[in-house]
Nanobody, 117 residues
Framework: EVQLVESGGGLAQPGGSLRLSCAAS????????MSWVRQAPGKKLEWVST????????YYADSVKGRFTISRDNAKSSLYLQLNSLKTEDTAMYYC??????????RGQGTQVTVSS
């Protein structure tokens, strides 16, 4: 069974930083592209970033480019998202996702990020 467990969310001030982690199990992690997606209250699910299986090719939504960094550790079956220069509009539930956009898409339970002064 595929399991994705996010952690690292919390409250941050505007301009602050957080680091999200995702522990994956139940599938050969190193062979899959992994993504972060987010959903703010009352809004649609938004794709944030994707990293391909090798870890060097990365894609970002324009809204987070230059502020967020996605990374992965295939030896630890873990995915990360470094969030810098946070804005209030980054407030959302953040989900780790396997194969976003594909038929075998799975996401975790999420970790809440709240940006407020």
């Amino acid at each position: 069974e595929v399991q994705l467990v996010e952690s690292g969310g919390g409250l941050a001030q505007p301009g602050g930083s957080l680091r999200l982690s995702c522990a994956a199990s139940g599938f050969p992690f190193s062979g899959y592209p992994m993504s972060w997606v987010r959903q703010a209250p009352g809004k649609k699910l938004e794709w944030v970033s994707t990293i391909l299986s090798g870890g060097t090719t990365k894609y970002y939504a324009d809204s987070v480019k230059g502020r967020f960094t996605i990374s992965r550790d295939n030896a630890k079956s873990s995915l990360y998202l470094q969030l810098n220069s946070l804005k209030t509009e980054d407030t959302a539930m953040y989900y780790c996702a396997k194969s976003y956009g594909s038929s075998d898409y799975v996401r975790g339970q999420g970790t809440q990020v709240t940006v407020s002064s």
